[in-house]
């Protein structure tokens, strides 16, 4: 069917509901006048339907309905209906005349449901698309709920005319994270005026954002009087103290918003200066603060609600080598080091050109150890997390305080040096069976459980055995070069993602299988399902 014809016919299927198209916009779109029709009523609307149809329509109330004035969530000071978000759904463009229907079905949904209030919790995830300046980006870095004073550090070198604000609770950690975004920030502070409430905050449909403090002030008084008066006090007392601007931010129980006050002052005689303040004041200009959140919680938790993480956990990695460098990564960014947590890297070894192919480390590592390279690798992209490395052999180290000691070498003396020596410890072994094959992993959470060595004897005898087929093997190196098991990196990162994954259940307290396999190769049967073995009585490593 030609453009022409496809447009033809979502025009007509939309006048089949009462629309009647306009003309086209600037930017190309249909616009067509209609109703959207729920169950409180008919409701006068325009839609901008995309001439490619690749997104959805945009729909404007014509009047906005009063019992949704002066705020109501997913409208905004326009009448635009927040109905859906593009990242949510996948248009089919082979239906564009049902997809442009299924949106307008979408939209009186929505609305109706606004006019019954069953979506007043969706202010909390839309406001920040109402809220913030062009001129003014911030990084918000600090405990959330926390009660510890906040303060300002600025970027000096501003680009495209953009000015950088961090917010902070830690001047030097985020000192250091700024310089790791690449911004010069200046060591000059400003304190923060942090503010809590309990009232989550609501865009207004109109004179939005604030532009100045009685804007924000008349704004904050419709739902929350109690921080109007305390912004209005914290104004004035900066006002004082002859302060140029001010930063507050307001603290409520889901989220966080901030804005900037750039004081007006009147140059007067001190009284009249107190007789006008408050007038005067009420014209000072406010930036609303756009940001980001770049606190270690909420960039480990964001991904993962309501989950467990690996904050407070003592974790040691033994081996960063093809495997241990990819689970480091992955347990820094499920929360390993945050909080009072700490991850420690053990490694001997030094990186060599051999190992590029399949490690989490690169060229510029050559020639350095492997923990401490992996280490400063992972603290420049998870820069909050306290990470520490021992470049020693596993078996010099003092283990005694480890929550979960995790052997990913593969090394199987390590295992059993491991088993024996902190048998009172959870830990975990991965490994990759045979040319990459396969790749197992297994937990010991308690003393009851079978440690790696009564699962090698068990294995030995017959039991658990990885695959049905026999394991080939296959080594690589001649002459001078060592020998070596060939595989790809994506054995070894699948080693970590399984490793990963039963790290989580332990840190939430599930009950799964304490070992675990996944063959790689098709070319193989999978032997033992996943299970947890039996504690051999005998066994020298966990039964002395």
């Given amino acids: 069917m030609e453009k022409e ?36 009523g008919s409701h006068e609307c325009i839609v901008g339907i995309p001439s490619n149809f690749d997104r959805p329509p945009a729909v404007a109330l014509i009047n906005v309905p009063a019992s949704l004035k002066p705020i109501a969530p997913h409208i905004d000071s326009s009448g635009g209906l927040c109905y859906l978000s593009r990242q949510s759904i996948a248009l089919n463009i082979f239906d564009p005349v049902g997809q442009m229907l299924g949106c307008l079905d979408r939209a009186e949904k929505v609305l109706g449901q606004l006019l019954r209030n069953e979506l007043v919790d969706d202010l909390a995830e839309e406001f920040f698309a109402y809220w913030g300046s062009d001129t003014f980006h911030c990084y918000f870095d600090f405990r959330v709920g926390s009660r510890q004073k906040l303060q300002t550090i600025v970027d000096l070198k501003y680009i495209r005319d953009v000015i950088i604000v961090f917010v902070t609770d830690d001047v030097e950690r ?23 409430t309990t009232v989550e905050p609501r865009p207004l449909q109109h004179n939005w954002p604030p532009a100045t403090l009685g804007d924000l002030i008349q704004w904050q008084s419709i739902r929350d009087s109690r921080t109007a008066r305390k912004i209005v006090e914290r104004v004035a ?19 966080f918003y901030a804005f900037l006050v750039l004081l007006r002052l009147e140059e007067d005689s001190p009284s009249k200066v107190k007789l006008r303040r408050r007038s005067v004041l009420y014209s000072s200009s406010v930036v609303p603060l756009r940001g980001w959140r770049i606190d270690e919680r909420y960039i480990i938790g964001r991904n993962v609600p ?29 929360g390993a080091g945050a909080g009072e947590g700490e991850l420690v890297l053990i490694d001997s070894d030094t990186l060599s050109a051999a190992n590029l192919g399949r490690h989490r480390l690169g060229f510029p590592s050559i020639g350095h150890n492997k923990a401490t390279a992996l280490r400063d690798e992972l603290n420049r992209s998870m820069p909050d997390a306290r990470l520490r490395s021992l470049p020693v052999d596993a078996r010099k180290a003092n283990l005694t305080k480890a ?18 020596s902190h048998a009172g410890a ?25 440690c790696f060595q009564c699962l090698t004897q068990l294995v030995r005898q017959g039991e658990y055995a990885c695959t049905v087929e026999e394991m080939p093997k296959a080594y690589a190196g001649q002459g001078c070069e060592s020998e070596y ?58 039964s002395t």
């Fill in 5 to 40: 014809d496809i447009s033809a016919a979502v025009i007509a299927a939309f006048k089949a509901r009462g629309f009647t198209y306009l003309k086209r916009s600037p930017g190309g779109d249909f616009l067509l006048r209609g109703p959207l029709e729920t169950s409180e």
């Fill in 174 to 196: 985020t000192f250091a994270k700024s310089k790791t975004l690449g911004y010069q920030v200046g060591r000059a502070t400003h304190p923060v005026e942090r503010i809590f």
């Fill in 237 to 255: 007392q900066a006002a004082e103290r002859d302060a140029a601007h001010l930063t507050v931010m307001i603290e409520s129980p889901k989220f």
């Fill in 306 to 334: 309501g989950m467990k993480t690996l904050e407070h956990k003592k974790i040691v990695v033994v081996g960063c080598g093809t495997i241990g460098g990819y689970l480091a990564e992955m347990l820094v960014k499920a």
């Fill in 403 to 420: 929550d979960l000691i995790i052997d990913a070498t593969g090394e199987q003396t390590v295992s059993d040096y491991l088993a024996s």
């Fill in 426 to 450: 959870t830990q975990l072994s991965v490994w990759i069976e045979g040319p990459g094959v396969a790749v197992r992993a297994h937990i010991r959470r308690n003393s009851q459980e079978a």
């Fill in 485 to 542: 098991v060939p595989f790809p990196a994506s054995v070894s990162m699948q080693a970590a993602c399984l490793a990963s994954e039963m790290v989580m259940d332990w840190a939430a307290g599930k009950d799964s299988p304490a070992l675990r396999t996944q063959v790689v190769d098709r070319a193989f049967t999978r032997g033992a399902q996943d299970c947890t073995p039996p504690k051999l009585p005998d066994c020298p490593a966990c």
